[in-house]
């Protein structure tokens, strides 16, 4: 019974943008979820090609103090084994 | 710990997953490891819940009464089905984004976008690129410790089960709950006191805790190590 109820809701919300608070607002976290993943590998990638934190910070549209508070000192490596 | 999984637990792990996921839930947890245990079928650990009158529908449905008590979250959309609502394909993110820079990175960035010393600037409290939060981590770490106890080399779906018994009784430390872990726990649609409602499903469908434990550690001795 539940799988049918999900479903229902599932091909609402899919077929349309939802205006529904629940749904909009669920998503708008999971879109900013997705950010901050995309934002941090970025980030990290420009640094490893040796971008400056004001070139980063340009280009993110913010100052490079806040670029260096967020991810200054917490480098993890893209995809290579330490 | 994770690799000391045979193939089987894998199996039985996807399938507690795809449980999740069937349901409409955006998290793992203890409970849908049982049902992943009796949709496998085909292990000494599903026989032994259907020895006890527990079939893999009728849990399905106890999981549905407990989610109309509050007892676990209620069917909601999985990210994918939210982020399609703003027109986004998860998958085609994901895809690219692991080929782009390596699942090793997006790993990381994970772990930095959701749990790192952020100081809160930008920190969120789950990311849809790697799938739903797994919340039955101290399942496997039991199941773990428990193939120690009894001298068996990898863990298969019945010391899997047994984690799930071992998770209910061991009492949580205090570090399990801080305020990153409340929030995941808000965030996927879970109460703040959950602790896995594996015994509110088990018993509800009528085992008895601890006579399963016993049949289930008289069977995992007598399995070939």
Same mark, same amino acid.
């Given at each position: ?28 976290? =999971? ?14 990638? =420009?640094? =490893? ?34 | ?26 998290? !793992? ?5 049982? $049902? ?10 599903? *026989? ?17 009464? $407990?989610?109309?008590?509050? !007892? ?18 998860? *998958? ?9 820079? %390596? ?50 080399? %990898? ?8 984690? !799930? ?23 996927? %649609? ?36």
């Amino acid at each position: 019974m539940n799988e049918t109820v999900h479903g229902e809701v599932t091909a609402v919300a899919a077929a349309t943008g939802s205006k529904d608070p629940e749904v909009a607002l669920a998503a708008v976290a =999971a879109l900013r979820g997705l950010v901050e993943v995309l934002e941090a590998l970025n980030v990290e990638n =420009a640094r =490893a090609e040796g971008w400056s934190w004001e070139a980063i910070a340009t280009r993110l549209g913010v100052t490079k103090q806040a670029v260096h508070k967020k991810y200054a000192g917490r480098r993890f490596r893209l995809g290579r084994s330490r | 710990m994770i690799d000391r999984l045979t193939d089987h637990a894998r199996r039985v792990l996807d399938l507690t997953e795809a449980e999740a996921s069937r349901f409409g839930h955006r998290y !793992v947890g203890p409970e849908h490891v049982v $049902l992943g245990v009796l949709r496998d079928g085909a292990n000494g650990a599903a *026989e032994l819940l259907r020895a006890r009158g527990m079939e893999l529908e009728a849990a399905r449905a106890e999981l549905g009464r $407990l989610a109309e008590r509050g !007892v676990v979250a209620r069917p909601a959309l999985s990210d994918a089905e939210l982020l399609g609502t703003l027109g986004i394909n998860l *998958e085609a993110v994901r895809q690219r984004t692991q080929r782009t820079f %390596g699942s090793q990175a997006v790993a990381q960035a994970t772990r930095e976008a959701t749990r790192a010393r952020r100081r809160g600037v930008g920190r969120v409290a789950w990311t849809p690129l790697c799938g739903p939060p797994f919340l039955a981590k101290r399942v496997v770490g039991l199941a773990h410790r428990q193939a120690g106890v009894v001298g068996s080399a %990898g863990i298969g779906p019945e010391l899997l089960l047994l984690g !799930v018994l071992d998770d209910i009784t061991e009492p949580w430390p205090r570090c399990m709950s801080n305020r990153w872990r409340r929030n995941l726990l808000a965030y996927v %649609g879970l109460p703040a006191d959950y602790r896995g409602a594996a015994r509110a499903l088990l018993e509800a469908s009528g085992v008895d805790l601890a006579e399963l434990r016993g049949a289930l550690v008289a069977q995992v001795g007598e399995a070939p190590r």
